[in-house]
């Protein structure tokens, strides 16, 4: 089955301690991208990857870090979190080339900073 | 740059009613049209679409319009399920290919009661 799926789907953590939320996808897509969710705000990029070795920020990538070692594979870094990153965070996949691609979405990962 | 508005919400309906969800865009160009849908829980799947002007999307009984002229791709539905209640996207993407990021609105919840 065609999926993008992340981990954890739940994490609660305190303000400074490092974590790492997966993303892997199994439809060989070259573009991958984080979003995250808020109240009133919408899915607003943090980060994306065109392709291994290849990412870019989105438009709020500030305290977020990434990777793209492999291509079916796009973690999403916090090294120092903080309040304000408590969110739903969803990670997407599509393919890259002339004309409409359909993104898909992972189910979410929802993390709660203290 | 880009942006979507759409409607506020929670927007309850009795089943079988007739929805409407407004969603109108700024862009600079020629902007594709989306709607995606999220189910409690899950993560955003792609509902339907339109790729220039005029077009009608259209999928699960759900359609959309492409209106330019009012720059606009108002989600409509003849008769609402209960299963219908989840939360609602407008989003808009400029160009194709390795150059299309996805802008969304802020989402309406919609609430189908029986």
């Known amino acids: ?114 | 740059g880009d942006s979507v508005t759409q409607m506020e919400g929670p927007v309850t309906l009795s089943e079988e009613a007739f929805l409407t969800i407004n969603c109108t865009y700024t862009a600079t160009g020629y902007p594709s049209l989306f709607w995606y849908v999220q189910y409690p829980g899950e993560g955003l799947q792609l509902l339907l679409k339109a790729t220039k002007a005029d077009d009608k999307g259209s999928n699960k009984g759900f359609e959309a319009t492409y209106r330019k002229e009012t720059t606009s791709f108002h989600l409509e539905k003849g008769s609402v399920q209960v299963s219908d209640s989840a939360v609602y996207f407008c989003a808009l993407s400029e160009g194709t290919g390795t150059a299309s990021k996805l802008t969304f609105g802020t989402g309406t919840r919609l609430q189908v009661t029986l």
Not at chain 1, 41 to 54: F, H, K
Not at chain 1, 58 to 68: A, L, M, T
């Open chain 1, 1 to 114: 089955e065609a999926q993008v799926t992340q981990n954890p789907r739940y994490l609660i953590t305190v303000t400074g301690k490092k974590l790492t939320v997966t993303c892997s996808q199994n439809m060989n897509h070259e573009y991958m991208s984080w979003y995250r969710q808020d109240p009133g705000l919408g899915l607003r990029q943090i980060y994306y990857s065109m392709n291994v070795e290849v990412t870019d920020k989105g438009d709020v990538p500030e305290g977020y870090k990434v990777s793209r070692k492999e291509k079916r594979n796009f973690p999403l870094i916090l090294e120092s979190p903080s309040p304000n990153q408590t969110s739903l965070y969803f990670c997407a996949s599509r393919s890259l080339g002339v004309g409409f691609y359909e993104q898909y979405f992972g189910p979410g990962t929802r993390l709660t900073v203290t």
